[in-house]
């Protein structure tokens, strides 16, 4: 069985452009609109030498009703057919829909990563320790836009399979 990564959090953290760059093409729409990446969208990516499904999870829009769409028809599948989840969150804010995934993450806390996109500036390594909180064994900051922290989270993905 192929291995399923998949990239989980609100709209607009990031979770696109992590997926672009870690397949390393444009695949996944990114916009600054949040929700504009609307369904699963799986491709096949190579971590390691390993053949993995990694899953951009869009199918959010703002509204808390689709929120809640996402969570009861496509998160809850998603997250119990993957193997392992990049939990994304941003280092600019902290929203109540971060809060409401969270609570709904709890019982995939073994097979979760949290990412903290966004710290475009490696000095800004300190932005990560409010995130701590959440009690996550697993917690890395990365800049998906520019590239930083990708290896250290391949290194751990690829641990976790
Ligand atoms: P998604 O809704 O979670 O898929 O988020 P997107 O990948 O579409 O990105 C949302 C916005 O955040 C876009 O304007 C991106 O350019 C921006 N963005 C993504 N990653 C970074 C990053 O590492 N640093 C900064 N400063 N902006 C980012
Ligand atoms: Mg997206």
Not at 60 to 84: E, H, N, Y
Not at 96 to 110: F, G, I, M, Q, V
Not at 113 to 134: M, Q
Request: proline share 5%; charged share 30%.
């Amino acid at each position: 069985k192929i291995p399923v990564v998949s990239i989980i959090g609100r709209p607009n953290v990031g979770k696109s452009t992590l997926f672009n760059r870690l397949i390393g093409k444009r695949r996944a729409i990114t916009d600054p609109t949040p929700g504009v990446t609307r369904d699963l969208i799986p491709e096949r990516w190579l971590l390691g030498n390993h053949p993995v499904t990694l899953i951009d999870s869009g199918g959010v829009k703002v509204d808390r009703d689709s929120m809640d769409d996402l969570v009861a028809k496509k998160s809850l599948g998603l997250l119990a057919i993957s193997d392992a989840i990049v939990f994304m969150m941003d280092c600019t804010e902290v929203t109540a829909e971060d809060r409401e995934l969270l609570e709904y993450l709890r019982p995939y806390t073994d097979k979760i990563v949290l990412v903290v996109n966004k710290i475009d500036d490696p000095k800004r390594e300190d932005l990560l320790w409010e995130y701590y909180e959440y009690g996550y064994q697993r917690i890395l900051g990365i800049s998906a836009a520019h590239g930083l922290g990708i290896e250290e989270l391949e290194d751990t993905l690829l641990g976790m399979l």
